[in-house]
């Protein structure tokens, strides 16, 4: 019944919504697919990890700076990592090639360091298109008011600031992110009356 | 009609989480490895490695025969992180049942007996999933 409730309304949202994403890459021959939806983008991005320390994969978006859709192809490839027996830390390395031009791209680095209880994450992009570069840069804190285990639902409770040089402004504002098995969602609402949505499956 | 959409699947989530939680403090009055109340010691080898009682015994229940493999794990700190890690195993043969311990960073896999258990690729499938494999332990249940 609990499973039932929560997976339905997920996968209804996952359906009617399109899709989206946490970590960048997967285990190794793992697929995911993602939907990502804010005020630049909206987006369903799909990723195979033939190794746990890079993914390649295709984004179909509507770009909401240009208002028009196209795809990227995209690769990212794990550039550090350091487990330990509380925490993991990731950099990764982000990029893209338009299906509008080679040089329509973009490239970024991602990092993240959590414990059960605590994560911080940022990110740093250079988007290159054919009306005007910007960049978009975030960072995010969290807390899990609670330690679930294996196969419960998760709850992280963030805080998440992000800019981009076509505004040049800090936006900050909360984010819900709860995941279950394979499901996550992540979502955020700021004071421009503007929802952050990621979705994700992974398998 | 995003806003509902997400309402509406927020609130069944939100209510879950707490019901999770009041789930949660009943059966552990702790986060951690440092409270020993409810952990087993057991003896391989003249080595002693602690276990959730109440998680080992549960684990176990179903089994006949079996070898359990006991990983110590890194790295192994969130659920969305570990499940390549079931996934992987599960395709191994003779496999019988797994359990992760997100809270101890411990990974139990119970196989058939005639299983020959190998740590280094043991090693290299924990790694494959990013994670890394610091020990190993093998009981059998006879």
Redesign the interface.
């Known amino acids: 019944m609990?499973i039932r409730?929560?997976i339905l309304?997920?996968i209804?949202?996952f359906a009617?919504?399109t899709a989206l994403s946490?970590?960048p890459?997967?285990?190794?021959?793992?697929s995911t697919v993602m939907y990502f939806s804010d005020e630049l983008k909206e987006s369903v991005y799909y990723h195979y990890s033939p190794?746990?320390r890079y993914s390649l994969g295709l984004e179909w978006l509507k770009d909401k700076v240009q208002n028009k859709n196209y795809a990227y192809l995209r690769y990212t490839h794990?550039l550090n990592?350091k487990?330990?027996?509380?925490?993991?830390r990731n950099l990764y390395f982000q990029s893209g090639i338009s299906s509008e031009g080679i040089d329509r791209n973009f490239i970024g680095l991602h990092g993240d360091w959590?414990?059960?209880?605590l994560f911080t994450s940022f990110g740093l992009k250079h988007v290159q298109t054919d009306v005007k570069d910007y960049t978009e840069e975030y960072i995010q804190l969290g807390l899990a008011?609670?330690?679930?285990?294996?196969?419960?639902?998760?709850?992280w409770i963030l805080f998440k600031a992000k800019r981009n040089s076509l505004t040049n402004e800090w936006n900050s504002y909360p984010v819900?992110k709860?995941?279950?098995?394979?499901f996550?969602?992540e979502?955020g609402y700021d004071e421009n009356d503007e929802?952050d949505?990621h979705l994700m499956y992974?398998f | 009609m995003k806003r509902i959409l997400i309402s509406v699947f927020l609130l069944p989530s939100l209510a879950l989480a707490g019901e999770h939680q009041m789930k949660h403090d009943k059966h552990h009055s702790h986060d951690g490895p440092e409270n020993h109340e409810n952990h087993l010691h057991k003896m391989v080898d003249g080595q002693e490695f602690q276990l959730d009682e109440e998680r080992y015994n549960k684990f176990v229940a179903d089994l006949s025969t079996a070898q359990i493999a006991i990983l110590s794990v890194q790295g192994m700190v969130c659920d969305f992180c570990a499940r390549g890690i079931e996934k992987t195993f599960k395709k191994d043969e003779g496999y019988q049942n797994i359990d992760v311990d997100l809270s101890n960073g411990k990974v139990l896999i119970a196989y058939d007996m005639a299983v020959r258990l190998d740590r280094s690729d043991i090693e290299k499938k924990i790694l494959s999933n990013g994670q890394n494999l610091v020990d190993m332990q093998i009981l059998t249940i006879p």
């Open positions: 609990g409730f929560f309304p997920a209804l949202t009617l919504t946490a970590r890459v997967s285990y190794t021959g793992g190794s746990y794990l990592r487990n330990t027996q509380t925490s993991q959590e414990t059960r209880r008011p609670y330690l679930g285990d294996y196969g419960d639902l998760h709850t819900l709860l995941f279950k098995g394979n996550m969602v979502l929802w949505a992974r």
